[in-house]
């Protein structure tokens, strides 16, 4: 009986998450959702007090300087960070590691200056100037977020997936915590601000702490010989993937800045917080299942498309399959959720969720995959990607400006025409993938 058991179980799982390489990505995709999947009930949990602390007009200004943050961050390594894990060798990596570095001072530098004279201007016309004396918080979290993504892509590298899903937790812990207690002590909103800082902050410590053996291994072999060649061989990043994925960012935050600039900051924070659940389902699987795939992926290469075929073809279907049934809640429950959770003054929250869930699933299947671009090399197509996006979006937003359309139309036009982009690029993954097969 316990051999037939057995022996049905292994056939199952082997249907469920496949074999070989599909498996390994749904394996370490289930550790760090695992992870992840803490992390967000933990923020659940404490999301209820926090709402309760601030109000929509502190969320307005949060979701303002995360949004000013995002701008900045890809410009933080030049995105060679990101190379980290496709070097065959750990010297390689190291070199590639220490000059994600290097830029990633220089852009603190820059940066400095940028916001010493032109802070003012930018939350003023944001609508935010209550933001004007907290500019150096944006250099802070600059620092961290860059710092945290080398680590990170150092992790995908070691495929140190389960150290990962702890520190998620960890993050999210430490993060709310602080956002509790600085509003208690009526730091407002500045509290929420340090609160997200806080959390990245919290995974470089751990982070450093797991990799300082390698650090110290391997940080002899750093050499300005090895520097020179790694920014040059990686050259298309800072030509192409850089301002394709800082185009990805602008589209990806041009509604909260839009609602900044054309709505009430309360708008903008019912809008914040519609957007951090929204997020909740691509943290948990999306952005898990993108590391894994990304780290399997990288280590086939680009010469053995067929596998990468397989394991993409297998990621999408299950992918589509998991989306349902949070995409159906969002759907259909979200202002009733809202008022029970948050409280009754994010009703509004709720109702704009309900509209954003229709593009969720698009963006929840297609994202992940869009790795595959970085494995093949094709950062020039994956500008033209999200330049078209950032046309798109912007000339819908201009639209809506001209013609005075209310939130409720702006929101239901941008679910519509992002929907439309995200198969546009899932599109474009599978047929570069086919094209070399």
Excluded at 15 to 27: E, Y
Excluded at 108 to 113: M, R
Excluded at 378 to 389: G, P, V
Aim: proline letters at 4%.
């Amino acid at each position: 009986m316990i051999n037939w058991f057995k022996a049905n179980w292994e056939t199952n799982r082997k249907k469920i998450i496949g074999t070989g390489a599909t498996a390994n990505v749904f394996r370490n995709m289930s550790i760090l959702a695992t992870g992840s999947g803490i992390a967000k009930l933990v923020g659940l949990v404490a999301m209820p007090v926090i709402t309760r602390i601030y109000g929509p007009e502190d969320f307005g200004i949060l979701a303002v300087f995360a949004a000013s943050l995002s701008l900045m961050v890809p410009f933080s390594t030049l995105k060679y960070s990101i190379m980290i894990p496709i070097p065959k060798t750990e010297v390689m990596a190291m070199n590639t590691a220490v000059l994600s570095f290097i830029v990633l001072l220089i852009t603190l530098i820059v940066s400095f200056f940028i916001l010493l004279f032109g802070a003012e201007f930018l939350f003023v016309l944001l609508n935010t100037p209550e933001m004007v004396p907290y500019w150096w918080l944006l250099l802070i979290g600059l620092f961290v977020s860059g710092y945290h993504e080398i680590l990170t892509s150092w992790a995908t590298r070691m495929k140190t997936f389960s150290k990962l899903a702890k520190i998620s937790v960890l993050q999210t812990i430490l993060s709310s915590v602080t956002k509790i207690v600085l509003g208690v002590a009526s730091f407002k909103p500045v509290g929420l601000i340090i609160g997200n800082i806080v959390a990245s902050g919290a995974g470089i410590y751990s982070l450093t702490k797991l990799f300082i053996y390698d650090i110290r291994e391997y940080i002899p072999h750093v050499t300005k010989k090895r520097l020179k060649l790694i920014s040059l061989y990686y050259l298309d990043l800072p030509k192409y993937r850089l301002p394709s994925q800082f185009l990805l960012v602008i589209a990806t935050k041009l509604p909260i800045l839009f609602f900044a600039f054309n709505f009430s900051s309360e708008e903008t924070g019912q809008l914040g917080l519609a957007f951090t659940v929204i997020a909740i389902p691509i943290g948990l699987i999306g952005n898990s299942t993108s590391k894994a795939y990304y780290a399997e992926v990288a280590q086939i290469g680009p010469k053995k498309s067929k596998e990468i075929w397989n394991i993409t073809k297998s990621t999408f279907k299950r992918l589509a399959i998991l989306a349902l049934i949070p995409i159906l809640v969002l759907l259909t429950l979200s202002p009733l959720l809202f008022s029970i959770v948050f409280g009754s003054q994010w009703v509004e929250a709720g109702e704009y969720t309900s509209i954003l869930a229709i593009y969720l699933m698009c963006q929840f299947i297609t994202s992940p995959l869009v790795k595959v671009l970085t494995v093949y090399n094709r950062q020039k197509l994956f500008l033209y990607i999200n330049l078209t996006r950032m046309v798109l979006i912007t000339i819908m937003f201009a639209l809506c400006y001209y013609y005075e359309a209310d939130v409720y139309v702006t929101l239901m036009t941008y679910s519509i025409v992002i929907s439309g982009h995200y198969i546009f690029t899932g599109y474009q993954v599978f047929r570069i993938i086919k094209s070399n097969k």
